[in-house]
């Protein structure tokens, strides 16, 4: 591995292929520069950790790229119908309590929600947690370190999670208060509550695995 650059204290591989930056403590960004950091590198996808450690991760694969892009359609078809929240892609990014900035495959927050947040702020990192997310695991994503992600969603706020793994053809529901469910092969789920009447098909999704 090459040597570290300068004001960068270790660089490590995450599970997905990607990097670790370590910038802690040698650097202290504020919120506004890691924004404007993101920003300069909108080709790549960013994220940080509660300790200040910062993935970046490179482009999805194609295949990947088609089902996200089939689940984020399914989820605004229905919250543009149903008008009780709002949809986002994978582009979005969510500042949680626990300092983490985080962009789920998929995500809907509440109008409820979103109320507390002026539009200014909108326009950056939402500083609120989604109430429902969706993951979805690439060929090079380690289970592992997804499922630790789900847990620090639940943690932050969110309502309902989902972590949909195509190459087993499984999807993991995390709901508040409830168990972990593991289904195996589901044609659809269902996202009642917080998401009334929303049913994601799958078989769109297993088709393109």
């Not at 429902?132 to 499922?147: G, H």
Request: net charge neutral; hydrophobic share 35%.
């Amino acid at each position: 591995m090459t040597a570290a650059p300068h004001g960068m204290d270790k660089l490590g591989e995450t599970a997905n292929g990607g990097i670790v930056v370590r910038l802690q403590p040698a650097m202290c960004p504020t919120e506004e520069q890691f924004f404007q950091f993101c920003r300069l590198n909108d080709e790549l996808r960013i994220e940080r950790d509660p300790g200040g450690e910062v993935s970046i991760m490179p482009p999805a694969g194609w295949r990947t790229g088609a089902m996200n892009a089939e689940i984020t359609c399914q989820l605004q078809r229905w919250a543009r119908t149903n008008g009780t929240g709002q949809a986002a892609d994978s582009s979005a990014g969510y500042l949680l309590q626990n300092g983490a900035v985080r962009s789920p495959d998929a995500s809907w927050v509440s109008n409820k929600r979103l109320a507390g947040v002026t539009t200014e702020q909108q326009a950056r990192f939402l500083p609120a947690c989604p109430d429902f997310v969706v993951e979805l695991r690439s060929p090079t994503d380690s289970v592992a370190a997804l499922k630790k992600k789900m847990a620090e969603y639940m943690a932050c706020g969110t309502t309902l999670a989902w972590l949909i793994d195509p190459a087993n053809r499984k999807v993991r529901v995390y709901r508040r208060g409830s168990d972990i469910e593991e289904l195996d092969s589901p044609t659809s789920i269902s996202g009642d509550p917080p998401l009334e009447g929303f049913r994601l098909g799958l078989a769109e999704i297993w088709e393109k695995r």
